[in-house]
């Protein structure tokens, strides 16, 4: 028996199941189609899931995983509506570019960035989980000869009045006539209050394999008959290799064959040892033309300074209200300062990757990669073949990391495992050193901003303006998107608008200066830096009103009760009204709309300039928390990672070559400097709004501000090294 | 031919002499959980046990190690259930997961060295290992419930 209900939209995922036993198709617009077939007795609900006559639910994952848990989280999302007993949950990665399971708030492109995984995916995917769960209740009362609001479940199993407990496997395995699909937008969720499974403490998913070595991530890949690769790039962006002498390379034994790409030479092996021996043995020329070659971080730097300080400058308006103008021209006096920020690297532990196996006849293709995309992956295996979607097969892999390294439009390390394998007909594994992954990195932008606010006599804020001087990130890693976009750069001016402040006359620029690096993404985006730059002035601003830094800033947060309780918490936490000799410092930032007060405690050794960092609270406001422990676990994570830039992380360029190579001389914080940190997250009624990166922007003006505490000196340039440290202590 | 132990099991491998013992463990004998991060002996995603002692596997030739005992985190248990991996569990330590075989390998040397050791003996001892995630006091959470246990 087969019935279907064809609605409009009709995905060609449904018509690919053709042994389906019941399926949904879930647009972004709802449901649309149902196909029964009892012969084949697998309930395939929706294209998000698939229940099995033996209880299993199979649950698709559309974001990817790279530390984050949404691999976990989303899943229990839509297991929560379902009223799936989270042990019947099987999870299935999403390996294809279907932008039917995009994430809404990025217009259906398959991307996982921004903290944007549980927010994009919390409505869509508890609708589809209720909806089966009704569809299940029907079967249910159609089967039991009662009314279906007489029926409730539990834990993958619908109960009767009378007692009657039928399983949703049992379910699955019977026939739909008469069902009727319930519209996506009508149908009821759960209260809050009756959550089991969103607001628990559920272990991840990914945590055993995790902890015993089991878990495979892109650069574990295996094949038969695999090859393995290294790429000497070019040194300078832009640059083409014009003269390849291969022959002692080639003589090294176990070469395959040295591949020419378009920005570097691929030197394919039987192992990986013997390709980075040989590699060592090219002999390349390269073209000297690129504009690249200019490239000088410090020149950088003090051009976006000049760019700042210019009041002739081009900006584009990232947020106004009021006259900011006006309001300092009429304020009793003016404070303004010039922020720096330095170029700086991902640093993820698992350099880039990638496995491609192409097809005899070229056009088709396997990859195994890792990426926070599977729309520009797949893009990227496109255009480098030339190829259609349908040809490209997909293994998303778990990440080692990412805090935006493989967000971008194209993706070279893809490329490159694709090129090689088609050049050498057999799988190739691409693996980058870490030599190669800084050297070919992506950077957070440097930027240098001017904050000018009035204040009154009475120590009140008048008037507030944030000028960033910075390129736009998105005009290189996604150039098409800021064609759509421009002027307006969220990656780039991210946390400029201050918005969790009220702030009458407020107004933030954006003066898009020339881009000299590789860009991308980074964890905290634009916030990274604007939120040290407005959070540092805001206790200078502070300090020259003759008031506290948190009075200063309850002030401004009166309309904002969500906020004004973080940093009352926050203060109480660190003890701040009795701090005494304690150097403490107070930041208040965020990310999107998640909220995070926080508090450092610093003690400075004046000899070596180092800033020991001896303890952090925050309170965050993340809107509800699907998942508390990996919340807490995610928000330390951002809390460490803005330390660690905070302290000691920079990238410099000359004459378009990255400096830094290794952890040697780019460091990340160690066990040995990580203090204890005290994290609170409110408990509201409101929908989701991310915990990947609301603990990273607060962090480093939080430090900043402590060690005025400490020394009555301001650091206004981010990272605090220590000559940096020592340079300021002496002046 | 390099002969030595891994994870109890003699193993002889016809790999070059000079050839890490990184890519030996991954590529030759197909042990994946041992990470490669930086080749430099600065992150720690790839230590091993040799003879008993905490090695990065990145800074150490195959033939150097010519009847050596080689543990990695596939042998650390059979099934996964020494207390440290126990304890990485019950506490959730994991983000990425990428360098945490790595963490575990370490913190098992320095529970065979240091069987109570205090926090601030962990925070040194593990400082040789970077987390990206910044997973750092789980890691000590986890250090000392499993140190409870050992």
């Known amino acids: 028996m087969t019935a279907q209900i064809l609605r409009p939209n009709l995905s060609r995922r449904t018509l690919l199941k053709g042994g389906a036993g019941l399926v949904f198709v879930l647009g972004v617009g709802g449901l649309s189609a149902v196909e029964v077939n009892a012969q084949d007795a697998t ?108 029926l409730r479940t539990e834990t993958s199993t619908v109960i009767a009045e009378d007692g009657t407990r039928l399983s949703y496997g049992a379910l699955a395995a019977t026939g739909l006539d008469g069902v009727q699909i319930p519209d996506a937008e009508a149908v009821t969720l759960k209260d809050p209050q009756s959550f089991r499974i969103i607001g628990q403490d559920i272990p991840r998913r990914d945590v055993p394999a995790k902890s015993t070595g089991k878990a495979e991530y892109a650069i574990d890949v295996e094949l038969d008959n695999m090859a393995h690769a290294v790429v000497l790039r070019t040194p300078v962006e832009g640059e083409t290799p014009t003269a390849v002498d291969d022959a002692e390379a080639r003589t090294v034994e176990g070469v395959i064959d040295i591949v020419t790409l378009p920005d570097g030479v691929s030197v394919v092996a039987e192992t990986l040892w013997a390709a980075l021996g040989a590699r060592d043995l090219l002999q390349v020329e390269w073209s000297t033309t690129s504009p690249a070659r200019n490239f000088n971080s410090e020149t950088t730097l003090a051009s976006y300074a000049e760019a700042v300080r210019d009041p002739e400058a081009d900006v584009a308006v990232w947020a106004e209200k009021g006259d900011a103008t006006s309001a300092i021209k009429n304020a009793d006096s003016t404070v303004s300062h010039l922020y720096l920020s330095d170029y700086a690297y991902h640093a993820q532990i698992e350099p880039m990757a990638a496995v491609a196996s192409v097809d005899p006849d070229g056009l088709g293709v396997e990859v195994w990669a890792g990426t926070q995309t599977q729309s520009w992956t797949t893009h990227t295996i496109m255009e480098t073949l030339g190829t259609t979607q349908d040809r490209i097969r997909l293994h998303m892999m778990t990440m080692g990391g990412s805090f935006g390294r493989r967000t971008a439009f194209v993706q070279d390390y893809v490329r490159d495992a694709v090129l090689s394998s088609r050049a050498v007909g057999r799988p190739v594994k691409v693996t980058w050193t870490r030599e190669d992954d800084v050297k070919n990195g992506t950077f957070r932008p440097a930027a240098a901003q001017q904050l000018e606010a009035g204040l009154t006599t009475d120590g009140q804020l008048t008037g507030w303006h944030h000028k960033v001087a910075t390129p736009t990130v998105i005009g290189f890693f996604n150039p098409g998107r800021w064609e759509i976009v421009k002027p307006n750069d969220v990656i780039s001016m991210r946390g400029a608008e201050s918005k969790f402040y009220d702030i009458a006359d407020f107004r933030a620029d954006h003066i898009i200066t020339e881009r000299q690096a590789r860009l991308a993404p980074y964890r905290g985006i634009g916030a990274a830096y604007t ?7 805001m206790d200078e601003l502070a300090e020259a009103a003759g008031r506290d830094p948190l009075e200063f800033r309850l002030d401004l947060v009166r309309d904002n009760q969500r906020g004004q309780y973080l940093l009352e918490k926050v203060a109480d936490m660190s003890g701040w009204q009795d701090r005494g000799d304690r150097a403490l410092g107070l930041s208040f930032a965020g990310y999107s709309s998640s909220m995070a007060a926080g508090v ?25 928390i699907v998942s508390p422990d990996n919340a807490h676990n995610q928000i330390e994570g951002g809390i460490v990672f803005g330390l660690s830039s905070a302290l000691s992380e920079r990238i410099d360029i000359e004459k378009g070559e990255v400096v830094q190579s290794n952890f040697y001389d780019y460091e990340i914080v160690r066990a040995d400097r990580v203090p204890p940190i005290d994290i609170h997250i409110a408990s509201v009624d409101a929908p989701p709004t991310g915990v990947g990166e609301v603990g990273t922007p607060m962090v480093s003006s939080a430090i900043a501000n402590a060690f005025y505490a400490a020394r009555g000196q301001r650091l206004r340039h981010m990272p605090f090294t220590r000559d940096r440290v020592r340079s300021v202590l002496q002046s | 031919m390099t002969q030595f132990t891994l994870n109890g099991r003699p193993v002889e491998v016809d790999r070059p002499t000079d050839e890490l013992l990184l890519l030996v463990i991954r590529d030759a004998l197909g042990l994946k959980g041992t990470k490669y991060g930086c080749g430099a002996a600065m992150c720690g995603a790839c230590t091993v046990h040799v003879d008993g002692a905490p090695e990065f596997s990145c800074q150490l030739a195959v033939g150097d190690i010519e009847g050596a005992e080689v543990t990695t985190i596939e042998g650390l248990s059979e099934d996964g259930t020494h207390p440290l991996q126990k304890a990485w569990i019950d506490q959730q330590v994991p983000q990425c997961g990428y360098c945490q075989s790595g963490q575990i390998m370490r913190a098992a040397a320095l529970l065979s060295e240091n069987p109570e050791p205090s926090r601030t003996e962990i925070a040194n001892y593990m400082s040789a290992n970077l987390c990206r995630c910044g997973t750092y006091n789980r890691i000590f959470k986890a250090v000392e419930q499993a140190a409870l246990e050992v």
């Not at chain 1, 294809?96 to 960035?113: C, K, Q, S, W």
């Open chain 1, 600 to 624: 450092a405690e610093i003690e400075v050794d004046d000899s070596s300039g180092e800033i020991l960092v001896t303890h952090i609270w925050a309170a965050v406001d993340a809107g509800r």
């Open chain 1, 43 to 150: 309930l395939d609900v929706n294209q998000w899931l698939t229940i099995s006559p033996n209880g299993a639910i199979t649950i698709v994952f559309p974001s990817t995983e790279m530390g984050q848990s949404s691999y976990s989280t989303l899943p229990q999302m839509l297991a929560e509506e379902l009223d799936a007993d989270w042990n019947d949950v099987v999870i299935a990665q999403l390996n294809e570019d279907d932008r039917a399971f995009g994430n809404p708030i990025f217009g259906g492109v398959l991307y996982t960035a921004g903290s944007t995984a549980v927010q994009g995916y919390y409505d869509p995917m508890r609708r589809a989980g209720a909806q089966v769960r009704d569809v299940l209740l029907q079967i249910a009362a159609q089967q039991l000869g009662v009314a279906k609001d007489s």
């Open chain 1, 531 to 537: 939120s040290f730059a407005a959070e540092a002035f």
